[in-house]
C-alpha cells in the first residue's frame, strides 16, 4: 500500500529552533550567584535545525580528510548556526549536482557544542546533513518527501519480502500494474528490490568519485620510487621567490 510520511506541521520547524537557541543560551550561560554552572546536559542532546541559510561555505581538510565548514542563518531567531560537516554521506548531500551554494537552506541534526549569547551564534559539533530544505516554512500541509528524496513514498509488504521504496525511485511505481500481472506480488517486489539496488549502486559509485570517504593516497616510500628519484617532493614554488 501507498504510504506517505509526514513529520510535524511547517512551522514547528522554525519554533524548535527559536526554543533551541534560547534553551541553549541559558544552558550556557546560565550561572547562579554563586559561580555553579548548569550541568550541560541539554547540550549534550542531538537538535534539529530546520530552514537553516547557508551564510558562508569553506571546503577544506583536516588530518588529510576534506571538510566543509558552514555559516548558517537560523531564521526564527536570526541566531548564526556554525559547524563543521565531516561525516561521507553529508558531505555527499552537500556536494550533489548541483551542489549546495550560499544563500540555500539545509536541515541538520546537530550536537549543541557552544553558545556566545553576545555573538548570537550556536557551534554544533558533531553535525549530520539531513537534507536541502526550504528557506522558510510551507504553508499548510508538508510531506517530508517534498524536501528529502530519501523518505519512503510507498511500502509493499505483499510479497516474500517487504520493499519501501523513496521519492528518488518512485518513477518505478509506473510499472506496478504490468508487473503483477505478468509476475505476480513476489515478481513486483522482487523487481522493485533489484532497480533499487542497481541505484544504490549507481549512486555510491557517484560519491566515491567525491573523494569523501577516505584521506588522500600517502605519498610513496623510498623502496616505492625509482631509483635516483627524490623521497621528498620539491617545495612549493610561491610568489616573490628568485628564479
Known amino acids: 500500500m501507498k504510504t506517505g510520511t509526514k513529520p510535524s506541521k511547517g512551522r514547528t520547524g522554525a519554533l524548535l529552533g527559536r526554543a533551541l537557541a534560547l534553551a541553549a543560551c541559558c544552558a550556557w550561560a546560565g550561572r547562579s550567584a554563586d559561580g555553579k554552572t548548569a550541568n550541560g546536559n541539554e547540550l549534550a ?3 534539529f535545525f530546520r530552514y537553516l541559510r547557508i551564510l558562508s561555505l569553506q571546503e577544506g581538510e583536516s588530518n588529510g580528510y576534506p571538510h566543509v565548514s558552514l555559516s548558517l542563518c537560523e531564521p526564527s531567531s536570526q541566531m548564526t548556526v556554525k559547524c563543521k560537516v565531516m561525516k561521507s554521506l553529508s558531505l555527499a548531500k552537500l556536494k550533489e549536482d548541483p551542489p549546495v551554494k550560499v544563500g540555500e537552506a539545509v536541515a541538520l541534526t546537530g550536537v549543541v557544542a557552544g553558545v ?9 559539533n558533531p553535525v549530520i546533513v539531513r537534507h536541502r530544505d526550504r528557506l522558510a516554512p510551507k504553508p499548510g500541509k508538508e510531506l517530508l518527501y517534498e524536501v528529502d528524496s530519501s523518505a519512503v513514498v510507498y511500502s509493499f509488504t505483499g510479497g516474500k519480502n517487504p520493499v519501501n521504496v523513496t521519492k528518488r525511485d518512485e518513477d518505478l511505481l509506473q510499472q506496478e500494474g504490468a508487473i503483477l500481472a505478468s509476475q505476480g506480488k513476489d515478481g513486483w ?5 533489484q532497480e533499487i539496488a542497481k541505484r544504490d549502486q549507481a549512486a555510491l559509485a557517484k560519491r566515491n568519485q567525491l573523494n569523501i570517504f577516505r584521506r588522500e593516497a600517502a605519498p610513496p616510500t623510498a623502496d616505492e620510487l625509482p631509483p635516483g628519484a627524490a623521497t621528498n617532493p620539491p617545495p612549493p614554488i610561491t610568489e616573490g621567490e628568485d628564479d
Request: no cysteine; net charge positive.
Open 45 to 47: 542532546l542531538q537538535h
Open 189 to 193: 517486489a522482487r523487481f522493485l528490490l
Open 116 to 124: 556566545n549569547p553576545a555573538e548570537k551564534a550556536i557551534t554544533l
